[in-house]
């Protein structure tokens, strides 16, 4: 499903926030599903929206669009309540599934889409050529592939030139160079002023891609900043390095050892002080090719959304 609306003329760079929500909750019943989200974005922002299913990414996005109101706090989007921001054509989004008619072809769902906001031949070709579709117009959407079906669902988005983009999912089906030209698209985007919020299971391409990322868990905020600094928040560092016979319960009493994984003749120490492992393995034992790698995201995404993190201890 795509929701836009006929956008009004409003001056990027404004110095308001894209997205200004404070102290929302969103509550269906006994189910808390958002707790006290506050979080603020600037314009042109990319942020990735991360979390297990059930965190409440989804009943923030809602509300994001206007489509539930909150609880309890106020949600703003460009200075505006959310379903104002969505009447002027202040937000698109792109979901995974619905909202194509599959016995149209490409160019004729474009073209459909155009004339609801009142846009012309030009910006339809122009839309159809950011989104990477322009080979395949004459195609049926119902002969498309899922990667090809969400370009056109992103190309229908794009039409009345949101300020505010919302993703949900949005490189699903495509091959390898469908998703790079996509976010080679959306980086273009963003340095003209539009923000985009994203959420996605491919948790390389927030690392590659996000200004910011934001890990949600059970309705809160848990972590936000850049990938680095999300990644830095899951402490520890690992060790690796070649070492037959790794003494295995010596590296594990070695202060601040988290874990050690001995894999053949190579040993995996987690530790919050590498260092100290890494002048143990060189000096006391025979250890050769040693590295030290920091957590990725998806070790940190595991690490901040477990069950065993205390909602808001890394906000």
Known sequence: MTVTALPE???????????????????????????????????????????PNGAGKTSTVD??????????????VYGRPPREAVALGLVSAV???????KDYTVEETVRLTAVLFGRGRDDVERALGRAGIADIRKRLVGKCSGGQQ??????????????????????????????HDFWTAIRADARSGRTVIFATHYLEE?????????????????ADGTAAEVKALASGRTVRATLPGAPEAVLGALPGVDSVEVRGDTVYVHARDTDAVARYLLNETAARDLEITSRNLEQAFLTLTSDETDPGSAR
């Open 150 to 179: 969400q370009r056109l669902r992103f190309a229908m988005a794009l039409l009345p030139d949101p300020e505010l983009l919302i993703l949900d999912e949005p490189t699903t089906g495509m091959d390898v160079g469908g998703r």
């Open 63 to 76: 509300m994001l669009l206007g489509l539930s109101a909150p609880t309890r706090g106020t949600a703003r």
């Open 206 to 222: 927030a690392d590659a891609y996000a200004d910011r990322v934001v890990f949600v868990r059970r309705g809160r905020v848990v």
């Open 95 to 101: 979901m995974q599934t619905g909202g194509l008619l």
């Open 9 to 51: 003329a409003v001056i990027r760079g404004s110095g308001q926030f894209a997205v200004d929500l404070d102290a929302v909750v969103k509550r269906f019943g006994a189910v808390t599903a958002v707790d006290g989200i506050s979080l603020r974005i600037r314009p042109g922002e990319v942020v990735a929206l991360l979390g």
